[in-house]
């Protein structure tokens, strides 16, 4: 195993919070997006609170903090899975935020737990539950690491350790994401299983127990996921965007953004300014640790 190829990316995508990103080994690569650090002190009476986008994946998140607000409860696990999610989340960081966490690709999850991910499906889950505590009780010690070369460097042994060769994803399934990223989410699922001689039965038990969700609500994840950026870089109108996305209308296209997200379409745009407004003028008194 060699973590030395990791990067630590520049340019944050939340610099309010402090949060720093880092590419994973080459050999970590198929399978994790991301590693994520937050390590912030301010004074403020409220969390501070961020969206996480459901994009198919899922997350470990290592606390040595205050509790993270997940959609308003206080998760109190020093270690906890943020599973695979079909709708948005809002999490919110508290006064002493000490943050480590792991972002899986869609799949990519899947060789390094020992159940079916469908049973992990939109909810925190303590780590404990799932993996031996002497593999899940590391936030702590990731803490009590000086640098972030070093935390990603036990970030990658410990996943070593947790990786069950076995459970390698289906190539049925690797392909099938692949497609439905490839055609942006506008496919037909029972033609990709028609592609790979399974049937649509196969399929979707394939998706719930390696990506923890159907194929058909990945699908509608990438379809979304399309339309927020399409949102965050042009001004036209939701029946415009809803034609060029592909959306059967209007309305379909609405229904199933609100669905995911929360909110319509022109709700997203007008919230999105109102926090890029405002967020300049934060005075959080921070303190960065990291």
Request: net charge neutral; hydrophobic share 40%; aromatic share 8%.
């Given at each position: 195993?060699?973590?030395?190829?990791?990067?630590?990316?520049?340019?944050?995508?939340?610099?309010?919070?402090?949060?720093?990103?880092?590419?994973?080994?080459?050999?970590?690569?198929?399978?994790?997006?991301?590693?994520?650090?937050?390590?912030?002190?301010?004074?403020?009476?409220?969390?501070?609170?961020?969206?996480?986008?459901?994009?198919?994946?899922?997350?470990?998140?290592?606390?040595?903090?205050?509790?993270?607000?997940?959609?308003?409860t206080a998760v109190t696990a020093p270690a906890f899975l943020d599973a695979t999610n079909s709708f948005r989340t809002r999490l919110g960081f508290q006064q002493h935020t000490a943050v480590v966490g792991i972002r899986f690709h869609p799949g990519g999850a899947y060789p390094f737990f020992?159940?079916?991910?469908?049973?992990?499906?939109?909810?925190?889950?303590?780590?404990?539950?799932?993996l031996p505590s002497a593999l899940a009780s590391q936030s702590e010690q990731l803490a009590a690491l000086p640098?972030?070369?070093?935390?990603?460097?036990?970030?990658?042994?410990?996943?070593?350790?947790?990786?069950?060769?076995?459970?390698?994803?289906?190539?049925?399934?690797?392909?099938?994401?692949?497609?439905?990223?490839?055609?942006?989410?506008?496919?037909?699922?029972k033609s990709l299983a028609d592609a790979r001689f399974i049937s649509q039965r196969q399929l979707e038990r394939l998706f719930q127990a390696?990506?923890?969700?159907?194929?058909k609500t990945y699908a509608r994840l990438v379809r979304v996921q399309r339309a927020r950026t399409a949102l965050r870089q042009a001004t036209p109108a939701a029946a415009h965007l809803s034609q060029d996305l592909g959306f059967y209308d209007q309305s379909h296209f609405i229904h199933e953004f609100r669905a995911i997200m929360g909110l319509t379409p022109q709700?997203?745009?007008?919230?999105?300014?109102?926090?890029?407004?405002?967020?300049?003028?934060?005075?959080?008194?921070?303190?960065?640790?990291?």
């Open positions: 195993m060699s973590t030395q190829n990791t990067a630590v990316h520049p340019a944050s995508p939340l610099p309010h919070l402090g949060l720093l990103l880092a590419s994973p080994s080459p050999a970590l690569a198929p399978y994790v997006h991301s590693y994520w650090f937050i390590n912030r002190s301010w004074t403020r009476p409220l969390p501070l609170e961020e969206y996480l986008y459901p994009e198919g994946g899922l997350g470990v998140v290592f606390n040595s903090g205050d509790p993270i607000m997940v959609d308003g020992p159940m079916p991910l469908k049973e992990l499906q939109n909810m925190p889950v303590a780590l404990d539950q799932i640098t972030l070369p070093q935390k990603i460097a036990h970030l990658e042994y410990m996943l070593w350790q947790w990786q069950k060769p076995q459970r390698e994803l289906a190539t049925d399934t690797r392909t099938i994401l692949a497609a439905i990223r490839q055609a942006q989410g506008q496919v037909n699922i390696q990506v923890g969700m159907s194929a709700q997203y745009r007008q919230n999105r300014a109102l926090r890029q407004q405002n967020r300049p003028a934060e005075r959080l008194n921070q303190e960065d640790r990291a």
